[in-house]
């Protein structure tokens, strides 16, 4: 564990060790951390116990033509999720993982939006009103809920990327400090 | 800013691997080289067969959605039947002779809860463990009704193409657009278990 690591960056955690106030922050971080590594690992293996069925659901979006390119999709986005989400529970790399699943969750934030436009057209119905399985791995659910809960968790995403979670990595860091400078 | 970007690169990288590798030793992970979605694109359109039951125009042509699966298995070169003529063929006495064949399309554990009587299992992700079972009928039929759920399920029409392509005659395949769930809505015969199990007789729902 790494609770007392040195400070890289911003750690606002550390910086008011001792205090009641930065053990709750880093407690929060932690949970976020959590939270966020536990909820992809529930939804990535959900899809990849059914890999067809979400391709059916990729599909949906006609994000390509190419078949490799949405088996691709559909095979392995599922276990690049468990992947990141593993490694931000047991907090290896964890800026790099939250990086990386803020990096997924905008673009298909953005692809399941549009969806939901042209699904409320076709329906002729209220935006909120669009219910459908979007393919996250929780089965059909109402598209505001599902913005709003994408928007919170690119802002965990966000927090954890600006220096937060570092308390009770495993390794939190596995770049060296001279790299990448 | 420069660390954190390298690292969510190399956990890219390392994710990216072990998301492929994952997929690749998984039994249910996906073949990515293969088309799970046939257009059945160069193939022209299938004309009627002269034995085929004549089709129910009004019962089509009074519903757009079912016109619209028409429509999208005629554009893959199939023969779309709607449930009047799966009924027909269902009764025809060359049912029970294996000349008229019946294919499910829509998995192990939907065909397990339910089938129609007679009806071969073929699911089109997971073709391997049933075409041997499903060809020699076919092979021997002069026609052949693939279903899905109905709808927009397009497992039946990935199911017919798959048989034709195992040099299935396309003039014998038909797809009923409406499917299962169009076959339980009208109170049909449905089995349940293995094909012909003994201890899962037919029965109406």
Known sequence: MNGVAPRDGVAPEVAGAGSWRANAFALGAVAARWLLGGLFVYT?????????AFLKLVRQYDLVQSAYLLNAIAGALPWFEVFCGLLLVTGVAVRGAAAALVGVLIPFTAVVWHRALVL?????????????????????????????????????????????????????????????? | ???????????????????????ELSPRGLDLARNYFPSGAGSSVARPN??????????TNENSAAAEIDQRVRDKGLQPLDRLQTERLFHDPRYDDGLIVFVDARGEDDYHDGHIPGAYELDPFHPDKDMANVLAPCQIAVQVVVYCTGGDCEDADSAALL??????????????GGGFTDWTDHHLPVARGE?????????TK
């Open chain 1, 44 to 52: 990535g293996l959900e899809k990849a116990a059914d890999p067809v």
């Open chain 2, 50 to 59: 002269a034995s085929a039951p004549a089709p129910v125009t009004t019962a």
């Open chain 2, 163 to 176: 048989l034709r392509d195992a040099g299935i005659s396309r003039e014998k395949l038909f797809v009923y």
């Open chain 2, 195 to 203: 094909r012909n199990s003994p201890a899962a007789p037919a029965q």
């Open chain 1, 120 to 181: 409320q057209a076709a329906r002729g119905i209220p935006f909120c009103a669009v219910k459908f399985n979007c393919g996250c791995g929780t089965g059909e659910v109402f598209i505001c809920g599902k913005l709003l809960e994408n928007f919170a968790l690119v802002l965990l995403g966000v927090w954890l990327i600006a220096g937060c979670g570092r308390k009770w990595s495993w390794r939190y860091s596995v770049i060296p400090p001279a790299a990448g400078k």
């Open chain 2, 1 to 23: 800013m420069g660390r954190i970007l390298l690292e969510a690169a190399s956990v890219a990288v390392a994710g990216a691997a072990f998301a492929f590798a994952a997929n």
